[in-house]
């Protein structure tokens, strides 16, 4: 006798492994909701095996402004599934704006000069590389995809929808376990109109503010209508989901700076050479990189530019020299006379123990950005001196 309990379902839910891809990708990456979320879809469809027999588990085009993280979500998305963002195969689209140059990703076919000498980039041992006994998923991104021939684009229309690729030598590649992503600054122009018309590409009046839902949607619209204007129908049908990425804002840009300090922070630590140090950023000296390396027409990529102009390189020389040794405290600060970043050495033979009570007992920075060099712990009692250099 069958039992009746009817319940109401709640399909908006997300599994276990599809939260844990969310979570990992908004620590990532800052301001992209709505191309998390395609990608968490799609993937969690591909875990329930429900995505469609013979095609690529998804097909993205990812649109807008450069600078929004369109490239750095591909390898975040590889960064957080299979653990290296160099999982990624890049095929970069200005490399391919003539017909010949597509035997890169196919190899010659017989009969041609070097067909048993080329490597096609898109092999199937090119595509499995990654694959994992837990995940066997491939990621390919074109970059730019609008920079390609025509004969890339009809090239991938067979990708998009069979999911499979002929090579020169008549192999056949298989995609049927593969995310592709494309990504284009098309309506980027259009989208700079919509945001602040006459101006060039910028925020609102008021950067501090996110964009509103409704100028949010205009913005996605005009991206969308660009790429339609560029490609073909069938290209178009075949991709799943069209994703236009929106500018960042002001509290947006500050979050990636606090992630770039975060990278930099693991780049010190890998490069420092056994030299373990604290550095600390205080709120002034963000400030400053921020103001420095904020440019809405450009995204997040002059905040980095500013970072290695004002913050590496010199404590890259710091290093280098020796006035950064084991156990030091450095603390970056701003001068506004100077107009520059300014470098204390706050604390010297600090044991690794102290470094966090340190960090926490700091009244500039309660919460600062620390580079934390260290392969082991010293046995000498912390000997804090407050010293002035450079």
């Not at 960064?79 to 003539?98: M, P």
């Not at 005009?222 to 002001?250: T, W």
């Not at 979050?255 to 922070?265: F, I, K, P, W, Y």
Request: net charge neutral; charged share 25%.
């Amino acid at each position: 006798m069958v039992r009746l309990n009817q319940q109401l379902l709640d399909p908006t839910r997300s599994g276990r492994e599809a939260e844990q891809l969310e979570t990992s990708l908004r620590s990532k990456i800052i301001g992209q909701d709505q191309a998390i979320r395609q990608i968490v879809s799609v993937y969690q469809t591909f875990l329930a095996g429900m995505n469609s027999p013979g095609r690529p588990v998804g097909n993205f085009l990812f649109l807008g402004p450069t600078g929004t993280g369109k490239t750095r979500m591909v390898e975040a998305t590889a960064e957080s599934l299979v653990g290296d963002a160099r999982a990624v195969i890049k095929i970069d689209c200005a490399e391919f704006q003539h017909s010949h140059e597509i035997a890169k990703l196919i190899g010659s076919p017989p009969g041609y000069l070097g067909h048993r000498e080329t490597h096609p980039a898109l092999g199937q041992d090119a595509l499995n590389r990654y694959h994992t006994e837990n995940l066997k998923l491939s990621f390919v991104l074109f970059d730019e995809i609008e920079k390609a021939s025509d004969a890339l684009w009809n090239l991938l229309l067979g990708v998009l929808d069979k999911g499979t690729l002929t090579l020169g030598d008549n192999r056949q590649v298989d995609f049927s376990r593969c995310i592709i992503f494309m990504t284009s600054n098309l309506g980027a122009s259009e989208m700079a109109s919509i945001l602040k018309p006459g101006l060039g590409f910028a925020p609102p009046p008021d950067s501090s503010e996110p964009v509103p839902a409704s100028l949010a949607e205009k913005v996605s619209r005009a991206g969308m209508e660009a790429a339609r204007r560029k490609f073909s129908p069938e290209f178009i049908n075949r991709i799943d989901k069209i994703v236009a990425f929106q500018p960042l804002d002001e509290s947006e840009l500050r979050r990636v700076l606090d992630l770039e300090l975060g990278v930099l922070r693991r780049r010190f630590a890998d490069s420092s050479q056994g030299t373990p140090f604290v550095l600390s950023v205080t709120g002034r000296a963000k400030g400053y990189l921020l103001q420095e390396g904020t440019d809405v027409r450009y995204g997040a990529r002059p905040l980095k530019r500013a970072i290695e102009r004002s913050l590496v390189h010199p404590m890259s020389s710091l290093i280098a020299t020796g006035q950064v040794r084991l156990g030091d405290w450095i603390r970056v600060d701003f001068d506004p006379e100077l107009r520059h970043l300014t470098f204390y050495k706050d604390a010297e033979d600090v044991a690794l123990a102290e470094m966090a009570a340190l960090a926490s007992a700091s009244t500039e920075q309660p919460a600062p950005a620390m580079a934390v060099v260290a392969p082991a712990q010293s046995s000498r009692a912390a000997k804090v001196r407050s010293i002035r250099s450079i």
